[in-house]
């Protein structure tokens, strides 16, 4: 499917937001804050989000924009990959979320396994770092680098935390319906590859 509509908008609202951070000329400000606008109207026309929400989420981003950074732990055990059940959208993906601010990568998805699944881990190496707009997630207003953590399990037990309600281990071939903001199919397929080849090369894109 065709996104360019989203490419523009986005495009749009990261000009706007870089001109409202250094402009100080107030015409020019004026400019800026109606392009945003008109991100927002993209947006609003080809998705079910009200204005009102994406102008609160762009008006909310304050600075020069650069990608989010989303960080997931890819845990094997017994040649399945663990996964925990969105609160969010009632559907699965692979433990993780935004990267805090004060943590370095391997601390974040220290902490984000534990929260999401109960499990203590080690974070092992990179597996890949992905581009969100060369993959087939839905639509997003944001921009997105997808940062993918290989992690072993050192002790905890299951257990949801705030934001999830399940945890299991799936099997390549028997995976649950995905959170697909979070991850593809594809991804996890790509993931399983490392499994299988401990010493493939990290995935960049």
């Known amino acids: 499917m065709n996104y ?32 945003r606008t008109i991100s927002a109207e993209i947006m609003a026309v080809h998705t079910n989000l009200e204005i009102d929400i994406i102008e609160d989420l762009f008006t909310n981003e304050t600075g020069y924009q650069t990608p989010k950074v989303d960080i997931r732990g890819v845990v094997f055990r017994n040649e399945k ?15 993780g979320g935004f990267c805090d601010i004060g943590f370095s990568p391997k601390e974040n998805i220290i902490k984000e396994i534990k929260e999401e699944s109960g499990f203590d881990v080690r974070a092992e190496r990179l597996l890949a770092l992905l581009d969100s707009n060369l993959h087939p997630h839905p639509p997003q207003p944001y921009h997105y680098y997808k940062i993918f953590i290989l992690c072993e ?31 593809t199919e594809s991804q996890i397929k790509m993931l399983f590859e490392f499994l299988r080849d401990p010493h493939k090369q990290v995935i960049l894109d």
């Open 81 to 95: 990959i663990l996964m925990v059940k969105e609160n969010y959208d009632d559907k699965w993906s692979l433990p």
């Open 4 to 35: 360019q509509w989203l490419d523009w908008a986005k495009r749009i609202q990261a000009l706007a937001q870089a001109g409202l951070e250094f402009s100080k000329d107030i015409y020019d400000i004026e400019r800026f804050e109606e392009l």
């Open 153 to 183: 399990i050192i002790g905890g037990e299951a257990n949801i935390g705030i934001e999830t309600n399940d945890v299991q281990f799936f099997s390549e071939n028997h995976l649950p319906p995905l959170s697909l903001n979070r991850n």
